[in-house]
């Protein structure tokens, strides 16, 4: 895979690779074409290598929906990135924050538990 390179486009190249050696009667199972997709991928696709190496049997996986499992991590990354950059991008205002002091007055001790309630509600609010 070249740096920067759609999935996509990869596995377009790699279908026609695949293709032109079957012309020369060069035949492939399952597992060696996954094999050799997934090695062919860059170290930013670690994770995702691992974790369908580790959970999935390459044997019986469809190489189809190793092409859709590609596509959709590429398709999250990107989206991830985005959101990334726009929240990099957002300049939040400063939060102010009340801090109110407690004090034992007597004043809250003549007070009913609704309205001990209503007053804490209305802290917390």
Do not use: C, H
Not at 26 to 32: H, L, P, V, Y
Not at 34 to 40: A, C, G, V
Not at 63 to 70: I, P, V
């Amino acid at each position: 895979m070249k740096q920067d390179e759609p999935i996509v486009d990869m596995i377009i190249r790699f279908t026609g690779i695949i293709n032109g050696l079957k012309g020369f009667d060069r035949k492939f199972t399952n597992g060696e074409l996954e094999s050799k997709m997934l090695r062919s991928l860059l170290k930013d696709w670690n994770s995702l290598r691992m974790l369908i190496d580790n959970t999935n049997d390459v044997n019986t996986y469809p190489l189809e929906e190793l092409y859709g499992t590609l596509m959709t991590y590429e398709l999250n990354a990107k989206i991830m990135e985005k959101t990334r950059k726009s929240k990099k991008n957002m300049k939040e205002p400063p939060k102010w924050q009340i801090a109110l002091k407690f004090t034992n007055d007597e004043g809250f001790s003549n007070m009913s538990d609704e309205e001990l309630d209503d007053l804490i509600l209305l802290v917390k609010k």
